[in-house]
């Protein structure tokens, strides 16, 4: 019987070692099998560091692929504190070359980590600072490459790309918000140090960084520096509150240029205020449009009808008066008689009234909301406004016929000009964007985005009335500043009294001119705005107009237009420059080029009695005076 027990005894050992052995076993080939990665990289992480090495952000492109955000490449400097032997030396060179305290660096070199970066007085270090510090040879002081946001251009286009803060983080603008496709992956030299952080003699790995993706934009930056020169002309000026422009591009939504004052050098954002760097006025700023906004009341009761340009009449007293409310037109003692196509030219306030209440509120405000006005626009940048406007069932005589002539609304410039896109060029609106497409460093495209349309409002007919009817206000209306001879051009100024805890300001206006061009295919929409300028009398024609004018200029030379001989002629008053179209002396004699030519300087080359050629041709207009070319033979 003990026997028995004893061998009983003996087998449930036996049993219990085997069953230990055998967990043993399952565990260990567990560890070594599905736990492997992680004990090692745990392993390799008490004797394994990182100095890290950052990656480029994305460059930034206009349409033509010229750089507008780039990088450059600074160096930072690392600690690693137990590496650092005299901790007291140490401390006070790297103050003295940082201009920083002792005491504040002394922190940095004796901090319990493996790795301290010291932020942020010896973050993006000029290359003389790294020179003396990489001179002084310490064992634990490191100094790494690290890449900068770097905008060549300086203020263009501030407000568009945003600025990026000192970690390559984008803070505002595009940079924000594209931050996930411009922003890379971190690289490091990664190598091996004991318990106390003794750098070993193994060889470091090298692990690279991987550079963000680029960003492409609808801008032409040719155009956008003329934009910038205007504006920055302009502000010298007139010294005003705020001043802005954007074009567009009206069969796609494209944003060409945009631009406004004041701006900001992202290279050195710490220097503005919030308010300076927050506020992108083309699409945050809301405001009453003024006679900009008749652009849209014309395009309805043109649609819809109502009115004829040619034969309809009306006659501006001066005045009109509505429920109690006396309306002015900004003309002493008004227009006198005139067809609607006057009133149009004259930006005549009671004759937009007059439209105004042919289509009655509900229809205006069908049109003003088709248009895209009281909603933002969706454009892909942060901070826009939707702007104000009235509740219909609040909207009385006074808010109709207000609204048909631009005041009691608040809209924005980005509304403005999507919408007077839409009536010029066919009448279908679309949405405004500014990034065209996304690509990796080596230029594949990763993505690209096409034009939205968001509804069509009006028929191309009517749009072709309206491009006629605003070529005309700029030939013989008030646009004509903004006339350029040989090219045709349509357009509208606007001026709009500004208002101040509900009470409207005296001698403070926003004063506007919204263009486009050519006016019989328009590729081009521009909008030009000018808060309160100073020593000038405050209307659109006078101040915008000819901004607009300079940047049509420049826009005719950059894409290399042809001048053409269809165009609306201007009624030239005493002020104006006169322009003359050229006839033609081809087949004349001498005397009779003479005779026919009176005005005009003449230059004579070759030899014969008849004139051969002429510079420039025929049909075109001329200014007076000017030096024509003729070229004689037989």
């Not at 599905?34 to 492109?61: C, E, H, M, V």
């Not at 060889?203 to 040719?222: K, M, Q, R, S």
């Not at 001498?590 to 030519?597: D, R």
Request: aromatic residues 10%.
């Amino acid at each position: 019987m003990f026997f028995k027990e004893k061998h009983f005894r003996i087998r449930i050992i036996v049993l219990f070692v085997l069953l230990l052995l055998t967990a043993i076993i399952i565990k260990v080939f567990y560890i070594q099998v599905f736990q492997y990665n992680k004990l090692n990289t745990l392993a390799s992480s008490l004797w394994s560091r990182n100095l890290p090495i950052t990656a480029d952000r994305g460059l930034i492109l206009d349409r033509n692929g010229k750089v507008l955000a780039s990088n450059i490449t600074t160096t930072s400097l690392y600690l690693v504190p137990n590496q650092i032997k005299n901790k007291e030396e140490v401390a006070t060179k790297l103050a003295e070359i940082l201009g920083v305290s002792y005491e504040e660096m002394y922190k940095h070199v004796t901090k319990k980590t493996s790795i301290e970066r010291v932020h942020p007085e010896g973050r993006q270090l000029s290359f003389e600072i790294a020179d003396q510090i990489d001179k002084l040879n310490y064992d634990g002081v490191y100094l790494l490459k690290e890449s900068k946001r770097y905008y060549p251009y300086d203020n263009l286009l501030s407000h568009v790309l945003g600025y990026v803060g000192i970690d390559n983080q984008g803070l505002s603008g595009l940079e924000l918000e594209y931050d996930d496709v411009l922003t890379g992956e971190v690289g490091a030299i990664k190598y091996y140090s004991d318990a106390l952080g003794n750098r070993l003699e193994i060889a470091e790995e090298y692990v690279e960084p991987v550079n963000g993706n680029n960003v492409t934009l609808t801008i032409d930056l040719d155009l956008q520096l003329a934009v910038e020169r205007e504006l920055d002309n302009a502000q010298a000026k007139y010294d005003p509150e705020h001043i802005l422009a954007v074009a567009m591009d009206p069969n796609t939504g494209e944003i060409l240029a945009m631009a406004s004052r004041p701006n900001y050098n992202p290279n050195e954002y710490q220097t503005y205020t919030q308010e300076v760097l927050s506020r992108n006025l083309p699409i945050w700023m809301m405001y009453e449009p003024g006679s900009t906004m008749k652009i849209t009341t014309l395009a309805a009761a043109l649609n819809e009808g109502l009115v004829n340009l040619f034969e309809d009449n009306f006659y501006d007293s001066g005045a009109v008066n509505v429920d109690g409310a006396t309306i002015h037109c900004w003309k002493a003692g008004g227009h006198g008689a005139q067809t609607f196509l006057n009133v149009v030219e004259n930006s005549c306030n009671p004759g937009f009234v007059d439209l105004g209440f042919r289509l009655g509120k509900e229809k205006l405000f069908e049109y003003i909301n088709n248009l895209g006005f009281g909603e933002k626009t969706g454009i892909d940048l942060n901070g826009e406004a939707k702007g104000i406007l009235f509740n219909l069932d609040k909207v009385g005589n006074v808010e109709l016929a207000t609204t048909a002539f631009g005041q009691g609304i608040s809209v924005t410039p980005i509304q403005q000009v999507t919408s007077v896109s839409a009536i010029v060029s066919g009448g279908t609106l679309y949405k405004p964007y500014i990034v065209k497409s996304t690509q990796t460093p080596d230029n594949e495209i990763i993505s690209s985005v096409n034009p939205t349309e968001v509804r069509t409002v009006i028929t191309e007919e009517t749009s072709k009335m309206v491009r006629y009817a605003l070529e005309s206000v700029v030939a013989n209306g008030s646009g004509r500043n903004a006339y350029i001879e040989n090219y045709r051009i349509g357009g509208k100024t606007g001026t709009a009294q500004k208002v101040n805890n509900g009470t409207y300001m005296v001698g403070n206006y926003i004063v506007s001119f919204m263009g486009f061009m050519p006016a019989d295919n328009p590729q081009i929409v521009l909008y030009v705005a000018v808060d309160n300028p100073k020593g000038v009398v405050q209307y659109g024609g006078t101040v915008a107009a000819p901004i607009a004018k300079a940047i049509f200029e420049s826009y005719i030379e950059i894409n290399n237009l042809e001048p053409v001989k269809d165009g609306m002629p201007k009624e030239y008053n005493w002020l104006d420059t006169k322009y003359s179209v050229l006839p033609s002396v081809i087949g004349k004699s001498v005397k009779e080029a003479n005779t026919i030519l009176k005005g005009y300087k003449l230059e004579y080359s070759g030899t014969g009695s008849k004139v051969i050629y002429q510079s420039p041709s025929e049909g075109y207009y001329v200014k007076d005076g000017t030096t024509i070319k003729l070229m004689l033979g037989d």
